[in-house]
């Protein structure tokens, strides 16, 4: 069963160059936590990141890694991610290097001391983004078009910073590109989100795997599926047990 704690998860494609600095900006963030524990989901890269996280394991003993075989795409890896972890909570955020760790700390500490009135997420929300023009635009448009079908009010929902109870991502149906819209799942299972600002840094190294093919058009095909699921829901209720007469 899992404990109270975070399991941060970062999935990885081809980030070699990006894990050191990665690993040591998501322990300094998370020094001061109890229980924690840095999964960093390997989705089949070809580029030395098994090598350099084994070497990084050795000074990090928080670091875990689960590696796929072949690339998966970015929410086998965080479902693969979330079924490997120990504790309760759980933290997602980019392996580029362009999230700060610190925040997605600031995220969970703020979800913690919320307790029971705690929203069903905590999100980022990418100020003064350092992306390329072409992602920026692709990234507009998808986020309008989905606010106006899904009505999930997240202005960011390509934000990787995440923070949610384990349980209630375990509920999540899984299908491909099912990370992109994480806030309006979970509002089809009766729960709210809640953006924060957060800090965006230019990519260290390496080359995005996102465009506009990727990102925009593959994008649309996938709102109009989950418009069709949440459609399609019901109202979660507590089923009522009916005593056995004797």
């Not at 760790?101 to 307790?115: F, T, Y």
């Not at 989905?146 to 899984?174: E, I, N, Q, Y």
Request: some cysteine; overall charge positive; glycine content about 8%.
């Amino acid at each position: 069963m899992p404990k109270p704690g975070i399991s941060i998860i970062a999935p990885a494609y081809e980030e070699a160059e990006n894990l050191a600095a990665l690993v040591a900006e998501v322990s300094s963030a998370f020094a001061d936590e109890a229980h924690w524990e840095f999964i960093v989901v390997d989705d089949g890269s070809g580029d030395g990141s098994i090598e350099a996280l084994g070497a990084l394991q050795r000074d990090y003993p928080q670091l875990r890694v689960v590696k796929h075989a072949a690339r998966r795409g970015q929410s086998a890896a965080m479902c693969s991610g979330a079924d490997a972890a120990r504790y309760d909570w759980l933290g997602f955020l980019d392996a580029d290097g362009q999230n700060d760790p610190a925040d997605l700390a600031r995220l969970h500490s703020e979800m913690v001391k919320a307790a029971g009135k705690a929203p069903g997420m905590m999100m980022g929300h990418r100020q003064k983004r350092k992306d390329g023009w072409l992602t920026r635009v692709s990234s507009r448009t998808a986020n309008a078009a989905r606010r106006a079908l899904l009505k999930d009010r997240t202005p960011d929902t390509g934000c990787s910073l995440k923070v949610l109870a384990r349980r209630d991502f375990l509920a999540l149906p899984r299908f491909d590109h099912m990370h992109r819209f994480l806030p309006a799942l979970l509002l089809r299972q009766g729960l709210h989100t809640v953006s924060r600002p957060v800090a965006h840094h230019p990519r260290r190294a390496g080359r995005s795997k996102y465009g506009l093919g990727n990102r925009l058009w593959v994008g649309i095909a996938d709102l109009l599926g989950v418009w069709w699921l949440i459609r399609r829901g019901f109202k979660p209720v507590i089923p009522e047990e009916i005593p056995h007469d004797e």
